[in-house]
């Protein structure tokens, strides 16, 4: 459990670090236009999603496989 708890503080602290390297881009959207938009959490949430729906789409391929063949 304790390992756990240190790839979630790990991989939270990566994806916040990265997620602030777009803070330059939202500054100039908020004095251009005034709304506060963070670009890089929008970015980064596009990011994961398309990594979760990449291992969903690994794990569907095996199951189907594996139902479709029996082999492993």
Same mark, same amino acid.
């Given at each position: 459990?304790?390992?756990?708890?240190?790839i979630y503080e790990f991989l939270t602290e990566k994806f916040?670090?990265?997620a602030g390297k777009f803070d330059g881009i939202s500054?100039? #959207?908020?004095e251009k236009t005034g709304a506060k938009i963070? !670009?890089?959490i /929008?970015?980064?949430? #596009?990011?994961f999603i398309l990594f979760v729906l990449f291992? !969903?789409?690994? /794990?569907?391929q095996f199951v189907l496989h594996?139902?479709?063949?029996?082999?492993?």
């Open positions: 459990m304790e390992k756990l708890k240190e916040f670090k990265l500054e100039k #959207i908020f963070n !670009v890089g /929008i970015v980064m949430s #596009i990011i291992f !969903v789409k690994l /794990i569907l594996f139902l479709a063949t029996g082999d492993m």
